[in-house]
């Protein structure tokens, strides 16, 4: 395996999704996919942890959809974003991890007009593929940084390789200097 196998390559920038402070001393970045159903199990043990850490920790979130696993993950990720563009990237993500069974396209317009999005922007982004640049870079990033799985976890800019418990990932937080 090479020296920097495992080492975060794109680090947190102005146009990642991130939840938490810029100052904080963790940073955890996730490669998910909306259809993963180790990705769905693990959103609850990443929102526990957010609370447990507080401004401590600092989450981003970047799409890996693994399209020959999931073959509707490209297109909910394209969802994210284009809920991302009216300012409810957080909110479609929500919704998506609850309902991974549900992502067909008509399922996707259903969430945007729960989330109160303009409905006929939404299906124009969707149809043009109009966010599909924005996945390919954050594959593209994960690919360079050593992502073959998701979820898969960056720690302050180092793979963690670990399980993903909340006991396991709550350690890997502590050994990078997250403990109080």
Known sequence: MAANAGVLKQPISEGDHVLGPADAPLEV???GDYQCPHCGKVQP???DLLARYGPRARFAFRHFPLVKLH???RLAAEAAEAAAAEGKFWEMHDLLYTHQNALEPADLLKYAEQLGMDLARFRRDLEAHAHAPR?????AGG???GVNRTPSFFING????GGY???ELAAALDAAGGGK
């Open 29 to 31: 970045i996730e490669y």
């Open 45 to 47: 043990i990443m929102r």
């Open 71 to 73: 073959p509707k993950a």
């Open 135 to 139: 996945i390919q870079r954050d594959l």
């Open 143 to 145: 690919v360079r940084s």
């Open 158 to 161: 180092r793979r963690h390789d």
């Open 165 to 167: 418990s909340v006991e």
